[in-house]
């Protein structure tokens, strides 16, 4: 499953933690967004209960879930490649 996750911390430190949490599945695209792929419904839920360690009263996390064929509908003005991630990693 894809999602993008967006977030506005005001702490430095807790931002660099989310930061992390977040390059673990998926590529920043923006300073506060970034572009995940989630294989089970446990993983994600798993992440959301980190994230919120995180925040404080003040803080906002968003996460939006896109189809598994949305990455292809979509476009990126800049010319970049929009993340993708394979259905199947080999290591």
Request: glycine content about 4%; proline content about 2%; aromatic content about 10%.
């Amino acid at each position: 499953m894809y999602y993008i996750i967006c977030y506005d911390i005001c702490s430095n430190k807790k931002r660099r933690l989310i930061a992390k949490a977040l390059q673990k599945h998926g590529k920043r695209v923006q300073r506060s967004v970034f572009e995940i792929y989630i294989r089970q419904e446990t993983e994600l839920k798993k992440l959301t209960k980190q994230l919120k360690k995180y925040m404080g009263k003040t803080d906002s996390i968003r996460i939006y879930h896109f189809p598994e064929n949305a990455r292809r509908r979509s476009q990126s003005l800049d010319g970049k490649a929009i993340a993708y991630f394979p259905a199947t990693m080999v290591v």
